[in-house]
Nanobody, 124 residues
Framework: QVDLVESGGGLVQAGGSLRLSCAAS????????MGWFRQAPGKEREFVSA????????GYADSVKGRFSLSKDNAKNTVYLRMNSLKPGDTAVYYC?????????????????WGQGTQVTVSS
């Protein structure tokens, strides 16, 4: 069992930055691929980014590529999603997730554990 707790969400103006954190307990993150998804009101949950168990490989949705950066600190059992140049379209609840096995999953069903989510609101 892996328990994930997100933090760092909030209200920010367009063009601003936020850093989301996801702290894990129960298992070391070194054994899991970690992902971030987001869900806006009335929309399906969508892939944002993922990072390999070693932290050496990352993947991003086209909509956030070049603006978001995902990193992993296995010693602290925490992943960080740095979000720059935020847009109103980035407004959503952001969820941290973990999956066993290899490969950067981009589908929510590939992930085994989920956090409760943190709200990010970007005002224009």
């Amino acid at each position: 069992q892996v328990d994930l707790v997100e933090s760092g969400g909030g209200l920010v103006q367009a063009g601003g930055s936020l850093r989301l954190s996801c702290a894990a307990s129960g298992r070391t993150l070194g054994s899991y691929v970690m992902g971030w998804f987001r869900q806006a009101p009335g929309k399906e949950r969508e892939f944002v980014s993922a990072i390999s168990w070693s932290g050496g490989t990352t993947g991003y949705a086209d909509s956030v590529k070049g603006r978001f950066s995902l990193s992993k600190d296995n010693a602290k059992n925490t992943v960080y999603l740095r979000m720059n140049s935020l847009k109103p379209g980035d407004t959503a609840v952001y969820y941290c997730s973990a999956k066993r096995g290899y490969g950067l999953g981009r589908r929510s069903y590939e992930y085994d554990y989920w956090g409760q989510g943190t709200q990010v609101t970007v005002s224009s």
